[in-house]
């Protein structure tokens, strides 16, 4: 049987227009590796994890726990890949993607997070997704008014005072916060979801940068933990 070679391709998935890649994408091309987008929305999912390399997940306001058929599609695919061993980072709903798919609960949180917030990264994460960085204070950009309980095989990586932050469960690997925004990305985004600020109480001058350098610093963490995704990709293949 004549075996096609699908390796050093990325399938990434897009769940909204406006929730991009963003600074991921360039260390991602720049190691050489072939990208397959999607649009989740219109797009079909695709079913075998192992024509990929890795999978990525990206956000979007949607919820898990409403029905939305593309986003079963979705957690299909992302049950497969664990099966399968392939290397799996879901960014905040595609973090709350593999939390339900792989034996958690998602659920709606306490308290939305939208903008600059302090996490820990715990020892299990400075040692893995999170190795380079140092130290274990973080602070990051946030979106999002959903959490989750996760399976008792999970390992936590980072965690805020509300909310477990990143995570680990098999070969997937689970962020709910932004690494990967541009300032451009921010103020798109404070278009799109102005209803949902306005109604927070939220500004504008309290979700965009205040430091100059703050995206800058946030952009450089970001190739940080590309890099050592991109050491776990190679191991798993």
Not at 43 to 71: H, R, T
Not at 124 to 146: M, S, T
Not at 149 to 176: E, H, M, R, W
């Amino acid at each position: 049987m004549l075996m096609v070679c699908m390796k050093r391709k990325i399938l990434s998935i897009q769940n909204i227009a406006c929730e991009t890649l963003g600074a991921l994408e360039e260390p991602l091309r720049s190691d050489g590796y072939e990208l397959y987008k999607i649009q989740a929305h219109k797009d079909p999912i695709p079913k075998c994890a192992d024509e990929f390399s890795a999978i990525i997940i990206l956000g979007g306001p949607m919820s898990v726990y409403e029905g939305i058929e593309y986003l079963k599609g979705e957690q299909a695919l992302i049950w497969d890949a664990n099966q399968k061993h392939v290397p799996t980072l879901g960014i905040c709903l595609g973090s709350q993607l593999i939390a339900g798919a792989l034996g958690g609960t998602v659920h709606r949180g306490i308290k939305k997070e939208i903008g600059w917030h302090d996490i820990q990264i715990t020892s299990e994460g400075l040692n893995g997704l999170f190795k380079g960085f140092g130290h274990k204070d973080l602070r990051v950009f946030q979106w999002h008014g959903d959490t989750y309980t996760l399976p008792s095989n999970t390992k936590i990586l980072a965690y805020s005072d509300l909310y477990p932050q990143a995570f680990q469960i098999g070969y997937a690997y689970g962020l709910q916060f932004h690494l990967e925004v541009t300032t451009g990305m921010i103020r798109t985004w404070l278009a799109e979801y102005e209803e949902e600020t306005t109604k927070a109480g939220l500004s504008a001058d309290g979700i965009l940068p205040r430091k100059d350098n703050e995206i800058q610093e946030l952009n450089t963490k970001c190739k940080i933990v590309w890099s050592n995704f991109s050491e776990i990709i190679s191991h798993s293949n």
